[in-house]
């Protein structure tokens, strides 16, 4: 009888997908050990293979992958089902609220990120607490009485394209 073949160690996981160029944006703090050999998702095989920079990202890592994000900012990347509905739902733990990352104050102003997760975003997506569950505005109140009165007519009364 043969012995079955050894699965493959860690040491046989595919290298990352591109080491990480730091030097990074002035006043960063240095990276954490569970970042030095993290992507950067502003690299261009990131640009131009994300689907192979993501099963990477996955073979190595599994659901939760260290990234660097422009400008070599530490961050985590959730690719697992299960771990994006953790992350989702548990707001005590994974709070939407974007002003209490402790890296704004080494964030520069012009960082083309901001825009995205900015510091003071006025959006629902980034609110908690009671002003995520205010009542809605009238304005989503029209929008939401307009597509109720889509729904219930049936696809037959949807303008075609």
Do not use: N
């Not at 993501?54 to 190595?60: A, G, H, I, K």
């Not at 704004?104 to 510091?119: M, T, V």
Request: with cysteine.
């Amino acid at each position: 009888m043969t012995q079955p073949e050894p699965l493959p160690s860690a040491a046989a996981t595919p290298a990352p997908a591109e080491p990480p160029s730091r030097p990074s944006l002035p006043g960063l703090p240095d990276l954490p050990d569970s970042h030095v050999d993290a992507v950067e998702l502003s690299g261009p095989r990131f640009q131009t293979e994300p689907a192979q920079v993501y099963r990477e990202l996955r073979q190595r890592h599994g659901p939760v992958a260290p990234v660097l994000l422009h400008g070599g900012v530490p961050a985590w990347l959730v690719l697992g089902y299960r771990e994006v509905l953790q992350v989702t739902q548990d707001a005590a733990l994974f709070s939407r609220d974007s002003s209490l990352w402790r890296l704004w104050s080494a964030i520069p102003e012009d960082w083309p990120l901001r825009p995205l997760i900015g510091e003071k975003q006025e959006s629902i997506l980034f609110t908690v607490g009671e002003v995520h569950r205010k009542r809605p505005t009238p304005s989503t109140k029209r929008c939401s009485v307009s597509i109720r009165s889509r729904c219930a007519t049936g696809p037959s009364a949807s303008p075609t394209r």
